[in-house]
């Protein structure tokens, strides 16, 4: 196994994983829970 090679698969790794996170966040089930964590700051005790 070459350098090269070992960087193409952290590289296709880092991606599957970044898009893994992009569908996470935009996923219909969790709109919900971050609309809450949004107005967290502006709540008022």
Request: glycine residues 2%; negative net charge; proline residues 2%.
């Amino acid at each position: 196994m070459d350098v090269n090679d070992l960087r193409v698969v952290t590289t296709l790794l880092a991606f599957v994983v970044f898009v893994g996170i992009m569908v996470w966040a935009y996923s219909a089930r969790n709109k919900e829970d971050f609309e809450a964590a949004s107005k967290l700051p502006l709540d008022q005790d």
